[in-house]
């Protein structure tokens, strides 16, 4: 004999299960999940290597020498002394085997600090340069062979050169009042070929505000005024994908170059997706004419660049060399890290600058808000050419203007996301020469600025 089935609706059923899973799940709900040691190993392990690989064994020129050796700090130190007496010349510093993070905390392995080997450090110290109270303690008295070197030297007739020759041995210097010093000069530029527009890519309805090229080379996506992001084949200029979501302007994209994650943010207070990349030095313009360096580690600014005086909407930093450039709409600035030291100005793009970058081959390109971009030798700061394309039928010339610009990863093509609705592709010209296209350099006889 069966047993007729009871039938209940999908409504009851669904609360049934979500009773039972209540039932079930209620005696574990806010308990913390049991932290497995080997996994907990690996994974610091791997933001260990990932993250700090390049930071792990930095010298730092007497940098926390007063922090004393040994103590519970998040880096260890060893100091390289010179002379007897004298402070330490060196300070090699080293990062904990596991750096400390926010929610991170270390355990009974991870807070044992390993410092570099004897020989480590020895050769550390064999390649770093003197430091400058080696070199002071080193020529304020002659020694005994220089003495007797310039008694025999006395006896005996010298050749025009031989007393400038005689100090160098001695342990002068190459900034001896008897040896003439060069006239300054200013170094030539370097021949780049000119950029000529290649493409010009239509499909948004709004302003294009944000370029980012993915790691492959392959395509790249822009944000827009008109709330969505497209992605376009980089070869083609053809329209692959286009993303919805954003319910404002999207101001900013970028592709992640470890994980496959596309990340967006816009005036509509979303983040669709957030990422924190970590760097030892990150900097930013600000609006108050500032530049600020900051130390992520310790977490505080390193320094403070208060040369511009208006606004700072730019910043390119060189693929190669350890130097950037900041635009606004005085000039733009050339400085060093990791202090911030002052290069040279670059004067001439006379407009609000919104986006610069810079190439391997040293060509730094400024796109301003009337539609100009500016290319520059990065070395000597020469404007080589000028750009000023139409603005695309139907628009007014009032919408040329340059919001973002950046380099493919060849290098080859330069993007540009223009206020037109336009998306320019430049590329190099390929028939040109240095006799069809010379450098139209001279020199400067005025004196440049210090700031």
């Not at 100090?167 to 900034?175: A, D, I, Y």
């Not at 001896?176 to 010009?200: C, D, E, G, N, Y």
């Not at 992605?231 to 302007?249: E, F, Q, R, Y």
Request: with cysteine; glycine share 8%; aromatic share 8%.
């Amino acid at each position: 004999m069966t047993e007729d089935v009871q039938k209940h609706s999908v409504h009851t059923l669904v609360f049934r299960s979500l009773k039972r899973t209540h039932d079930m799940f209620v005696a574990d709900h806010a308990k913390p999940v049991s932290l497995d040691e080997t996994s907990h190993k690996v994974k610091m392990a791997a933001k260990l290597r990932a993250d700090y690989s390049a930071v792990l064994h930095m010298p730092v020129l007497k940098e926390g020498k007063d922090r004393p050796l040994g103590s519970n700090m998040p880096y260890f130190s060893l100091q390289l002394s010179g002379l007897p007496g004298d402070d330490p010349e060196y300070l090699i510093t080293g990062t904990h085997a596991y750096p400390s993070g926010p929610g991170v905390a270390l355990t009974a392995d991870t807070q044992i600090h390993r410092n570099p080997s004897e020989g480590g450090v020895h050769a550390m110290a064999l390649a770093l340069p003197p430091s400058q109270a080696r070199l002071d303690a080193s020529h304020t008295a002659a020694s005994v062979g220089d003495i007797h070197r310039h008694a025999v030297g006395a006896e005996r007739p010298h050749a025009p050169h031989s007393h400038a020759m005689s100090l160098l041995e001695g342990g002068g210097t190459k900034n001896s009042s008897l040896i003439a010093r060069k006239a300054p000069t200013m170094p030539k530029p370097q021949w780049h070929a000119p950029w000529k527009l290649f493409r010009v890519i239509s499909g948004h309805l709004g302003w294009v505000r944000s370029i980012a090229v993915e790691p492959g080379n392959q395509w790249f996506v822009t944000g827009a005024g008109d709330r969505t992001i497209k992605i376009w084949d980089l070869a083609s200029g053809k329209l692959k994908l286009s993303l919805t979501g954003h319910i404002s302007t999207v101001r900013g994209v970028a592709v992640s170059t470890r994980s496959p994650y596309l990340f967006s943010c816009g005036e509509d207070k979303q983040y669709p997706f957030i990422s924190a990349l970590l760097y030892m030095l990150c900097l930013n313009g600000l609006h108050d004419s500032t530049i600020r360096l900051w130390d992520l580690i310790a977490g505080k600014t390193r320094a403070t660049l208060t040369n511009h005086k208006k606004s700072v909407r730019a910043l390119a930093l060189h693929p190669r060399q350890y130097t950037l450039a900041s635009g606004s709409a005085d000039n733009i600035k050339q400085w060093t890290f990791p202090d911030g030291n002052f290069i040279q100005n670059l004067s001439g793009h006379n407009a609000i600058i919104n986006a610069m970058a810079v190439n391997s081959d040293g060509v730094l390109v400024s796109g301003a808000d009337n539609g100009t971009i500016h290319l520059w030798d990065w070395r000597t700061g020469y404007n080589f050419q000028r750009i000023h394309a139409a603005v695309q039928p139907g628009s007014l010339d009032s919408e040329s203007g340059i919001f973002a610009c950046m380099f493919d990863n060849s290098e080859s093509r330069l993007i540009t996301a223009e206020a037109d609705k336009t998306i320019k592709v430049y590329k190099e010209d390929d028939t040109a020469t240095e006799e069809s296209h010379p450098i139209n350099w001279k020199p400067e006889i005025l004196k440049r600025k210090r700031f």
